[in-house]
């Protein structure tokens, strides 16, 4: 087979309906179903990995321009390594600290089961393979062209979360919390937090007795990223989110980076009680566990109210 038919197929690939609905699921699922409570978490995550394992490969083809069958096969390796990779903890928190830095926050829950998403990449192996088509030729430019733009967005972009909140039944202005986050800075605020990780072999005792020399970053697993609003509360960590691992542990610790600031480090016993919290509220109004955001002139600065434990990274 010439490269002018090689050429011809992988374009082909971007006209096809599988590729189109992989993308359409791509981005219903990251900006419509996450966090709407429409659907189970584990399946939204995996219906993401699913649909990018299919979309990206293909786009990455295409933008590469890819000709030989060599070449596109190094593109789908580069595709599964680094889909691979981003199952390891400390990888991911990595990344998606590099990226809120970068103010472009994009987070990754790691997973050892969504490898099991790599066989989605058989069906864009077939995709690529496809006999070129002229069935669409006259807004073939078009369609292609569409799906470049639109398909690079997808795989680059990621759904942010809202504010956690737990909800009090009945009650929609308040929601649950034992420790929470308030934002006093004047204007909303960008928030990325990690949880600590189901990996971390770190005991209570060494967390809430020695935190700063315990807690460090890639003991943490990214979670979520959201948008703040002024005097809004958000739970650090939501009850419903909460692993098996720090349920046994007895204590809980998070990793906060927020906009225009450093990291912080948040530490809590499981003692602390879980009350009805307002989801907006002024700061006199805040009791025990809320951790206050302020801003000091350009410095953004945190005050936690007792038991909480907060620092610096690096501190």
């Known amino acids: 087979m010439n490269s002018s038919q090689l050429e011809g197929r992988r374009w082909s ?12 699921l791509l981005l219903v699922n990251d900006h419509l179903l996450k966090g709407a409570g429409l659907l189970p978490s584990f399946l939204t995550g995996k219906l993401s990995d699913f649909a990018g394992l299919l979309v990206a490969p293909v786009l990455l083809v295409v933008l590469l321009g890819a000709r030989s069958r060599r070449a596109m096969a190094w593109c789908f390796a580069l595709v599964a390594v ?27 829950t790691p997973d050892p ?8 990449l058989f069906g864009a192996w077939w995709l690529v393979r496809l006999e070129a088509t002229s069935v669409v030729r006259s807004w073939a430019p078009a369609v292609r062209g569409a799906a470049v733009v639109v398909g690079a ?20 202005e308040l929601m649950n919390a034992d420790a929470y986050l308030h934002n006093a800075t004047g204007a909303a605020v960008g928030v990325h937090v990690r949880m600590l990780g189901e990996h971390a072999d770190v005991s209570c005792q060494d967390i809430l007795e020695e935190p700063r020399r315990t807690l460090r970053r890639d003991l943490f697993i990214q979670e979520g990223v959201w948008t703040q609003t002024l005097d809004e509360n958000a739970a650090m960590w939501p009850i419903q989110a909460r692993n098996e691992a720090a349920l046994q542990r007895g204590c809980y610790a998070v990793m906060l980076e927020l906009e225009d600031s450093e990291a912080f480090f948040v530490a809590w016993s499981a003692e602390l009680e879980v009350v009805p919290v307002p989801r907006v509220s002024s700061s006199a109004e805040l009791g025990a566990g809320a951790l206050i955001v302020e801003r000091d002139g350009e410095e953004v600065v945190v005050c936690g109210k007792a038991p909480l434990i907060v620092f610096r990274e690096g501190d």
């Open 82 to 108: 680094g889909f691979g990779v981003l199952q390891w903890p400390s990888v991911a928190s990595s990344v998606g600290g590099l990226t809120a830095r970068l103010g472009v926050p994009w987070y990754v």
């Open 13 to 24: 690939a971007l006209q096809h309906p599988l590729w189109w609905g992989a993308l359409a």
């Open 113 to 120: 089961t969504d490898l099991v998403a790599l066989s989605a």
């Open 153 to 172: 967005c997808a795989c680059v972009a990621t759904s942010a979360l809202p504010a956690p909140h737990s909800p009090v039944p009945g009650q929609p």
